[in-house]
């Protein structure tokens, strides 16, 4: 239609819907109506539907069910197509929901771990089934029980990720095979009338190497954690973390050391001089951890199986799960989410620190000798106080300096925070003073909403949907920004960071930061950035120019009344 003239490229960008976008980027159920009996290519398929959840990733897969992620690996590998459904995921699970077509979780809601990882792989996902349905998950039986329908390990299921909803059997679904050229053309016109950049969350060169095709200009959060969980790497993080001395856990850093500047230089590489945001380890450490229950059952099936007569292997295997037994209650916390994580663990073993910061700058002091362009920003996860800050900031200069001096090489960096405590957020312009002072903020909207709603986001859904149904609020604030609550604390942190630091770039890297309305809430704040899964940048982008198009509108609008008001006076 602007080829032909009828209209102009603002008018194109507006009429376009996030929708619109999702309908080209994932696979949808290959359907023309919603029916319980389904004709498609002259065949009538029989839908049955055994369950709906929340939908938290969307596209639409096909796949065996299997509930463990070890095995949906195995079998991915030789060519099977898998859904994982479990009772929620942890970091654990990484490596199955990748191998995954889709994932289906009991519980959690639309920021648990299942919901953010999967649309950052862009993978279909639906939570909270158990809430949401009749259907239930069985671990232990290896089965989804809804009503009188059992699905068996190993059956087919279809899930919507658009609607939450899941069916019994295979059902076709269809994807574009590549995106459409008019599609990569409006939305860089979209890019000429944007002012909030837009990066990527991502952890690696392949989710950078997709981040950019869509048209990231840099990435706004890596998450470093992901990087410890596959098999050569876990074993050595949990000796660290079962170390007896610091002496013995800087041993095993120093192995996780090679992993980590390997990580960061194949990063730094694929991000052809964007800058690059990577935030320092956050989650607790009993995630990396096997859970107490499961050693305890273990243990006991070991010695019931020998018949408490073991082999000496077996007693060495025994006394090895003893030990992180142990150590699994010692550092085991009422809510660990609140404990110690993030800038706290920093704090307290900040021999972790040293080893991150030390792989960051070898990596890009190695790129940079190479002839790579890189602008690595540090980013301190949690941080409350301007002192947590200043003394974690002390540690990745110290060590900085270190790597600058041994290798000849000085790169340019940033150290900045994530505002996910409220206390941050009111204290804002005390963490951005001086000049060691915060040089950015990144708002992680899933903690901050969480802390400040006291929602829990994992546990929210159970309620959410009702609140919605009776009005009770607008909108959920784990996919849309709470403006009047959270948005204030947002608003205030800007209007002090940027008093203390003028220059202070400031994003966003929650969930929602992939949100056309809170994008645009994003745009009236003035910050210079959002960041969120590469799969939503197409969406991110076109949202972004959407608010900036409807900001002159408005603005025009107002000097327009104002003109004829003045005219008739």
């Known amino acids: 239609m602007v080829g032909e003239g009828l209209i102009d490229k603002e008018a194109a960008i507006l009429r376009i ?47 065996k069910v299997i509930f463990d992620s070890d095995e949906t690996v195995a079998l991915a590998s030789e060519g099977e197509s898998i859904i994982l459904v479990r009772h929620e995921t942890t970091p654990e699970d990484v490596h199955g929901m990748y191998a995954s077509r889709g994932v289906v979780t009991a519980t959690g809601g639309l920021t648990s771990h299942a919901a953010v990882v999967a649309r950052q792989m862009g993978r279909p996902c639906i939570v909270d089934t158990d809430s949401q349905s009749i259907m239930r998950v069985d671990l232990k039986k290896k089965i989804i029980r809804s009503g009188d329908v059992i699905i068996r390990e190993g059956d087919f299921i279809t899930m919507d990720g658009f609607s939450g909803k899941i069916y019994k059997g295979e059902l076709p679904t269809e994807k574009l095979s590549e995106l459409p050229s008019e599609l990569s053309k409006i939305l860089n016109w979209a890019d000429t009338y944007s002012k909030l950049e837009v990066r990527a969350n991502a952890d690696s060169p392949a989710d950078n190497k997709r981040a950019f095709e869509y048209g990231a200009i840099g990435v706004g959060l890596c998450r470093t954690e992901h990087m410890f969980f596959d098999e050569g790497r876990l074993p050595i993080m949990q000796k660290m973390i079962l170390a007896d001395n610091k002496e013995e856990r800087i041993s095993f850093l120093n192995i996780l050391f090679e992993f980590q500047e390997e990580d960061f230089y194949e990063i730094f590489k694929s991000a052809e001089g964007k800058p690059i945001t990577i935030r320092l380890i956050d989650p607790p450490l009993h995630e990396f951890l096997p859970k107490e229950l499961d050693l305890v059952t273990e243990m006991f099936e070991m010695r019931l199986e020998a018949n408490d007569e073991l082999s000496e292997d077996q007693q060495k295997e025994l006394q090895t799960k003893e030990k992180l037994l142990v150590r699994v209650q010692e550092i085991n916390e009422m809510n660990p989410m609140l404990g110690i994580r993030g800038c706290r663990l920093a704090i307290l073993f900040p021999e972790i620190v040293e ?215």
Request: proline letters at 5%; aromatic letters at 6%.
């Open 17 to 63: 819907t996030p929708g619109d976008i999702e309908n080209i980027l994932f696979p949808r159920i290959s359907w023309h109506t919603p029916q319980k009996n389904v004709e498609i290519d002259s065949k009538i398929i029989p839908v049955e539907t055994i369950g709906k959840g929340l939908a938290a990733s969307p596209g639409a897969a096909t796949g």
């Open 355 to 569: 080893m991150q910061a030390k792989a960051i700058f070898t990596a890009a002091a190695r790129c940079e000798n190479k002839g790579y362009d890189v602008h690595p920003e540090v980013m301190v996860p949690l941080v409350g106080f301007d002192t947590e800050f200043l003394e974690i900031r002390k540690v990745i200069d110290r060590v900085a300096e270190e790597v600058f001096s041994e290798t000849g090489i000085i790169v340019d960096y940033l150290v900045g925070t994530m505002i996910e405590v409220p206390r941050a957020a009111l204290t804002a312009g005390e963490i951005a003073s001086g000049d060691k002072g915060a040089e950015f903020f990144s708002f992680g909207t899933n903690d901050l909403h969480q802390m400040t709603l006291a929602f829990s986001r994992d546990d929210a859904g159970k309620f959410i949907a009702h609140y919605l149904e009776n009005k009770i609020m607008d909108s959920d604030p784990f996919e849309t920004i709470d403006q009047a609550g959270t948005g204030k604390l947002m608003q205030l942190a800007v209007k002090e960071g940027r008093e203390a630091k003028p220059g202070i770039k400031i994003g966003i890297c929650g969930e929602q930061g992939g949100d056309p309305a809170s994008i645009e809430f994003c745009h009236k704040l003035g910050l210079d950035y959002v960041s969120c899964s590469p799969f939503r940048i197409p969406i991110a982008r076109l949202a972004s120019a959407q608010a900036a198009l409807k900001e002159a509108a408005e603005t025009a609008l107002k000097e327009a009344e104002q003109a004829a008001l003045k005219d008739e006076n």
